[in-house]
């Protein structure tokens, strides 16, 4: 992750550096980024990313730290605003993230440049559901979704007994807007096909026997 230099930094040459990483991600395959265009991108010293960052990689850790964030903020005012509908946000995510890509097409770019990498498509996974125990874990996604959430609209009772339903939601929600920046003339389909699973993850896939 981003040194404790970088987070002293002002909040403009940090928004410089994001800008000057995406510009480059969109560019060309994350393999095949610049670390030296990305420093001409943000006029600043091959010493001083040095300094700010490890590698390539950990500007996308930083990148996808900073979507997280934003993204956790966003999810918080929605479960407040739908009084605590754990479904009706994780649609609003896809919807969110569907309406950024289309808005800002060269997002379409940075997705699919920066997860073509293996190690980047890892990091999504790892970072952000980091082991079977992380359930426990504060600030998780997990936890944070389970005390902002209706619990009485669902039959589980503790946050190790939510876990696999976000575990499954939000693999579900990535696989989709994979989908969506892949092919997104399909987007239709994709949409259709995401909602289908959110129903199977509310109902259940057996049909109810009658009593």
Known sequence: MPTERFNRLPEAKKQAIREAALKEFARVPFDKASINQIIRNADISRGSFYTYFVDKQDVVKFLLKDTFEQMEDICKKELHRN???????????????????RQNPDMVMVARNIFSNKEN???????RWPSPDCAVMPG????????????????FETMEEFFPLAVLAMSSLAVSLKQYYE??????????????????LKYGAYKREEP
């Open 121 to 127: 498509n890892e990091l999504v996974g790892i970072e």
């Open 83 to 101: 009084g605590g509908d754990y479904f009706a946000m994780v649609e609003m995510m896809f919807e969110y993230f569907v309406g950024e890509l």
């Open 183 to 200: 092919y997104p003339k399909q987007l239709e389909n994709i949409r259709e096909t995401f909602y289908k699973s959110l129903d199977i």
């Open 140 to 155: 998780s996604p997990a936890r944070w979704m389970y005390e902002n959430l209706d619990r009485s609209r669902f039959r």
